[in-house]
């Protein structure tokens, strides 16, 4: 029996006749063995792909443009969209932000892109030279395409370090009625499963992924996800540092030496600017930690020291006990505010 490989998670599995479409028994990935767009150059000729005087496309195109402006910080100026079309969704962002807009698109519709959009390449991702973009979208792409990883290895070598990608593809067959996609184009049928798995071995992040965005009446259902390179160790612990010092920037005293502290600061502490650990509890104070000896807390040595409280599950209780030792509100910081500052 002849074996295939799964273009998400790459297991192999045994194929025991020739079938139009092979399911993955492991993320449960569908995907066509032949299709429309697997012949050369075949979107090179198309042209006009959307109806845009429809009404589900206007509001297709405002949902778009809203999605995409909550992924725009103030340092995210360079934006590059994958299969732009007409250009419609970039001409619209732009007229809201301040941002360098590119596109991708192959077809004859880039003739239209090009007057809306900052910049169209006429070819795939993996020929653009271009410098690194803050944000990556592709809408309604990737399961055209036959091979996915090798597609979105040659997005992200166009995306800056700090930079996020959103990706949408129908759900299954797009549509909940349709057990089946018969759109000759549509080379994959993507579930979340499937797609985490394809991102994550591409060495992406996951930092949202949903289900029930509406491409048109035939493709109500599609997921979409929001990603980011993948982290190295040593660039996460410089990001969570960089969290303690924006809330902490001068020296500082932690107090609550527990569980949390153990878990969420110690492994930190030789890179903090902590000048003393302290607990009020009599059976801590006198022991020694990473060499620092645990301290109960008085105004003549800590008065005036910004006050880190490293315990989630007791930090009300600690807080008030603290503002009832009269320390200052503003010289009091909770861990919640530094591993979750929104």
């Known amino acids: 029996m002849p074996a295939a490989t799964c273009p998400c998670c790459t297991i192999a599995i045994f194929v025991e006749a020739p079938a139009d479409w092979l399911s993955c028994p492991k993320c449960a990935h569908r995907w066509r063995t032949n299709g429309a767009t697997a012949e050369p150059g075949y979107y090179q000729g198309l042209i006009s792909r959307n109806d845009t005087s429809a009404p589900w496309f206007a509001r ?54 090009a007057n809306r959009l900052d910049h169209v390449f006429k070819v795939p991702a993996a020929e653009v030279s271009a410098p ?73 992040d996951i930092d949202q992924i949903t289900r029930g965005h509406r491409e048109s009446p035939v493709y109500p259902d599609s997921l979409r996800v929001i990603a980011r390179l993948n982290a190295t160790p040593a660039k996460r612990r410089e990001r969570l540092l960089a969290s303690f010092a924006e809330r902490l920037s001068d020296p500082f ?52 020291i910004p006050l880190l409280i490293s315990s989630i599950r007791f930090g009300v209780d600690i807080r008030l006990h603290l503002q009832g030792l009269g320390i200052e509100e503003h010289l009091i910081v909770g861990l919640e505010e530094i591993y979750d500052p929104s």
């Open 253 to 304: 005293a932690i107090y609550g030496i527990g569980g949390d502290f153990e878990n969420y600061i110690l492994p930190l502490l030789d890179d903090l600017p902590v000048v003393a650990l302290l607990d009020s509890a009599p059976e801590k104070q006198g022991r020694k930690i990473a060499g620092r000896r645990i301290e109960a807390y008085a105004e003549s040595t800590h008065g005036g």
């Open 132 to 204: 690194a973009y803050d944000l990556i979208a592709s809408f309604h792409v990737l399961e055209h395409i036959t091979d996915v990883a090798a597609e979105i290895r040659s997005w992200l070598r166009l995306l800056g370090s700090e930079g996020r990608v959103l990706i949408e593809v129908p759900n299954r067959a797009g549509h909940p009625l349709l057990v089946q996609d018969a759109n000759r184009e549509h080379l994959h049928q993507f579930c979340i499963a499937s797609l985490a798995c394809l991102l994550e071995r591409c060495g992406l």
């Open 60 to 113: 297709k195109l405002a949902e778009r443009t809203e999605a995409l402006q909550l992924l725009i910080s103030p340092k995210a100026g360079r934006v590059l969209e994958i299969g732009c079309a007409e250009g419609l969704l970039g001409a619209h962002l732009k007229a809201k932000r301040d941002i360098c807009y590119d596109g991708i698109e192959l077809s004859r519709d880039a003739a239209v892109a």
